[in-house]
């Protein structure tokens, strides 16, 4: 027994299932909500490589390195992205040899009705918990999360392949 646990605390064990159960509560009434509003096929990968392609767009390698996951198990999740109509394939101003994956206007539409949606989910927690408890709650996290570590996209790489 951790020296937590014999004091009557909390035992250690729970902070990062209790971490994750708020992520998992939060991503999948995040993907209630999206199906609600004409994304129904969205799955939690498909939102990490969304924002794996970003603006700018960016090839089936660079998605595989932000997301970190090999080159094969990207280019699988762009697939279905393409298949979904998210993504399209285009090819790259700067080198015509490669293929650019870009995002569709469904998939600026589903980033965006899911940006609003954490906003109204952060807003309920807030009704809940109280602002002043979310914000510090958030405050305590930045200061115990690595910064490098803090926005990273590739849970997937510990989390399974998308």
Same mark, same amino acid.
């Given at each position: 027994? %951790?020296? %937590?646990?014999?004091?009557?605390?909390? @035992?250690?064990?729970? #902070? @990062?299932?209790?971490? /994750? %159960?708020? /992520?998992?509560?939060?991503?999948?009434?995040?993907?209630?909500?999206?199906?609600?509003?004409?994304?129904?096929?969205?799955? @939690?990968?498909?939102?990490?490589?969304?924002?794996?392609?970003?603006? !700018?767009? =960016?090839?089936?390698?660079?998605?595989?390195?932000?997301?970190?996951?090999?080159? !094969?198990?990207? %280019?699988?999740?762009?697939?279905? #992205? #393409?298949?979904?109509?998210?993504?399209?394939?285009?090819?790259? @101003?700067?080198? =015509?040899?490669?293929?650019?994956? $870009?995002?569709?206007?469904?998939?600026?539409?589903?980033?965006?009705?899911?940006?609003?949606? /954490?906003?109204?989910?952060?807003?309920?927690?807030?009704?809940?918990?109280?602002?002043?408890?979310?914000?510090?709650?958030?405050?305590? #996290? $930045?200061?115990?999360?690595?910064?490098?570590? =803090? /926005?990273?996209?590739?849970?997937?790489?510990?989390?399974?392949?998308?």
């Amino acid at each position: 027994m %951790g020296k %937590g646990a014999s004091r009557g605390d909390t @035992p250690g064990y729970e #902070l @990062p299932l209790l971490l /994750f %159960g708020g /992520f998992r509560t939060l991503i999948d009434r995040l993907h209630a909500r999206l199906a609600a509003e004409g994304h129904p096929d969205v799955r @939690p990968a498909h939102g990490f490589a969304m924002q794996a392609v970003g603006a !700018q767009g =960016a090839t089936a390698s660079d998605i595989g390195r932000r997301l970190g996951v090999s080159k !094969q198990a990207a %280019g699988k999740t762009v697939d279905r #992205l #393409l298949t979904l109509g998210y993504a399209e394939r285009t090819d790259d @101003p700067a080198d =015509a040899r490669r293929k650019l994956v $870009r995002l569709t206007p469904r998939g600026y539409d589903a980033l965006a009705r899911s940006a609003a949606i /954490f906003d109204d989910l952060r807003a309920e927690w807030m009704t809940t918990l109280g602002a002043d408890r979310v914000r510090a709650m958030e405050a305590a #996290l $930045r200061n115990v999360v690595p910064e490098e570590t =803090a /926005f990273r996209l590739d849970a997937t790489s510990w989390l399974g392949a998308p």
